[in-house]
């Protein structure tokens, strides 16, 4: 699918948002730049805007590896692990002991080999035009056809 705007790229984490419950994961694949925080902050501060609260400022984690926002009784965990090099530094992040209890995304998931029963996988890639992106969508668990709802 081809994103042609930032009002589109809303809409799609629009869908997303409105399925979202703890115990989810998504992990977000691609380029600096191209986009996975962004798509981040827009899931985000829809969750917020679907329950009547004040939209928050969402950044990348890249230098903290993690923010966690609390959107009444959901958590959600934002990681980014760009700078991490090896399986082993994952274990001291902790990111699936609390797997019900909150919704994990996470940016650069490449060292993670933890099977997961719901997860959304969004492949992000530059277009052709400065505003456009590839998008690619794959699901397990409650996301299996989710790519067919957008």
Known sequence: MIV?????LNKISKKISQKLENGDCIFLIGEI???KTTLTRHLINNMQSQKGLKRTEVLSPTFNLLYEYEIEDLKIMHYDLYRIKK???????GIFSENEKTIKIVEWPDLI???LTNKLEIHLEYG???????????????WKDFENEI
């Open 33 to 35: 730049g191209v986009g």
């Open 4 to 8: 042609k705007s930032l009002e589109h």
């Open 113 to 115: 080999k933890t099977p």
């Open 87 to 93: 399986p082993k530094e994952l274990i001291h992040l």
């Open 128 to 142: 052709k035009n400065d505003n456009e992106r590839k998008m690619k969508i794959y699901g397990l668990g409650k």
